[in-house]
């Protein structure tokens, strides 16, 4: 059957694509797995009409609009799961900016078929289930508020982020001139800023530049320099938020590695 499906591609001019089979632990399969039965379904139809024993496999014209519609609707989020996948650079403050992309992709449109609204519905019902709780939200908003590319373009509990990095002044850092600078922290940031681009930078930039429209500029402004850890802190938020963000496309953990020397509280 495989000789026959290779027959078939050559006669109807499709692409020689083998099917694909979905995986359990990787759901983007599943778009694959549909995505490539749609370019070969006349091919594999084809194929079962070959064989009247394989006759009740040939897929109804309901069939084929169901896979359309599955398709369609997993097809902007296919490049996510790759996207975050990934061990060679910094993800985990992508997370708000990819999830909020994804909820843009899965909003109701007019003329959404019962199917697609329902998928739509479920995606977001689940990426809720998923985030919702209160200590990883905070982490996230974290993370994504000290990646110098985002900063607060994608966080959704600023006032909460303040107050927690002004706590955590108050109860664990230390004066930063007490840390020698070739410290594990501060070699682990220079080798972790040797990190390539990848698909997930051109993503981000897509994201960032749809989100913001236009890139915000802004101009550093000085500011005192307070005694008190927690009034540090202060500072370096308030003055860190006024810098313009960095591309998306560049290695946050570089651009720390290279900046560490001006927010050194913010950077602990």
Known sequence: MSRLLKDKQKSLQLPPHKLIHDEPTR??????????FCEQ?????AVLAEDRKKWHLMPRDTDITTLEIVRDVLAPLSDFTDALSGEK????????????KIRACTEDEEGDRPLALEMKHRIREDLEKRYNEHDLKMMLNISTFLDPRFKITFVTMEE??????????????????????DSEDN??????????TSDLKSLLCS???????????????DYSTPTIPTDKLN????????????????????WWSQHEHIWKHLQS
Not at 187 to 196: D, P, T
Not at 207 to 221: F, H, L, P, V, Y
């Open 27 to 36: 759901w983007v399969s599943t778009y694959d797995k549909v995505e490539r």
């Open 235 to 254: 500072g370096e938020i308030t003055d860190y938020k006024l810098l313009t963000d960095i591309s998306p496309a560049e290695d946050p953990l570089i």
């Open 207 to 221: 994201i960032t530049s749809e989100k913001k429209g236009a890139d915000n500029s802004g101009t550093r402004q």
């Open 187 to 196: 070699r682990g940031a220079a080798a972790a800023g040797k990190r390539k």
């Open 41 to 45: 379904q006349q091919a594999v139809s």
């Open 160 to 181: 909460e982020v303040k107050r927690e990095l002004l706590l955590k002044a108050e109860t664990v850092m230390l004066p930063m001139e007490e840390q020698p600078e």
């Open 89 to 100: 650079e910094t993800t985990i403050s992508s997370v708000l900016p990819l999830m909020w």
